[in-house]
């Protein structure tokens, strides 16, 4: 599948040697699992979500400012099986003024992998508008991003008009304790396209737009690009690579 040009994915820059590294162990639950042992693509959202808050909590900086996702890759080279357990790794590895990148590699005992890399904008926790990154966290993550500067503008493009468009629901069950749909439930949408299908690996990415309510939504596609379109508005985009 061809990647438009304006949508190339987010780079996955490589592990730099140095810098704080945070791991933390999982493994392909029940609930984890599509039918066929494989480990779905919104479990694998979960792990990565819950690491960069453990990481963060970890570090002393829960009280520091709320992070939330704007930009996700994931990448499954080969994807974990049903009860193989993980070890999921992740670093910093770049910043901006309000925002950071990280960079995550989830490793399983019988082979599975995949490569990650999500933007997070930081939010004052009183008043869930953008803040400065803040010198206690650059001193902590700076070092492992050897310099490099991300930004945080979108790339997805707008649906077009005649983008057909599928029903879909949003549940109560969806929303997380910021009171909208879990950022890792979006891939849900996706799951559904690759029910019964035979699959080895995948690649996409979905940046974040507006926050969605639990309510009746609608999933619009045209060629490589998928919209989520909830309360008249478009809330998450996903570019699939080939």
């Not at 933390?24 to 919104?42: E, F, K, N, Y």
């Not at 869930?128 to 803040?134: A, I, K, L, N, T």
């Not at 080895?200 to 999933?219: K, M, N, Q, T, Y």
């Amino acid at each position: 599948m061809v990647v438009p040009v304006d949508t190339e994915l987010t780079e996955l820059v490589p592990a730099p040697g140095r810098g704080r590294r945070f791991e933390q162990d999982a493994h392909v639950g029940v609930s984890d699992a599509a039918p066929d042992g494989r480990a779905r693509l919104d479990a694998i959202a979960r792990w990565l979500q819950e690491a960069a808050f453990a990481d963060v909590v970890d570090a002393g900086l829960r009280d520091a400012g709320i992070w939330v996702a704007r930009r996700c890759r994931i990448r499954v080279q080969s994807f974990p099986a049903f009860w193989e357990a993980l070890t999921v790794a992740t670093f910093c590895s770049g910043m901006g003024p309000l925002w950071a990148e990280r960079r995550t590699t989830v490793t399983g005992e019988h082979g599975g992998r995949v490569e990650a890399v999500a933007l997070w904008v930081h939010l004052d926790s009183s008043t869930g508008r953008p803040r400065p990154v803040g010198e206690e966290v650059e001193a902590l993550y700076g070092p492992s991003t050897l310099g490099r500067k991300v930004k945080a503008r979108l790339h997805h493009p707008a649906p077009p008009a005649a983008a057909p468009a599928a029903p879909w629901t949003f549940r109560a069950t969806d929303l997380d304790p910021f009171g909208h749909v879990n950022n890792a439930v979006y891939w849900e949408a996706l799951e559904e396209e690759l029910r019964g299908r035979p699959v080895d690996s995948f690649d996409a990415e979905v940046e974040h737009r507006a926050p969605a309510d639990a309510g009746p939504a609608e999933i619009l596609s045209a060629g490589p690009m998928r919209w989520v379109r909830a309360g008249g508005e478009v809330s998450a985009s996903f570019v699939l690579g080939g």
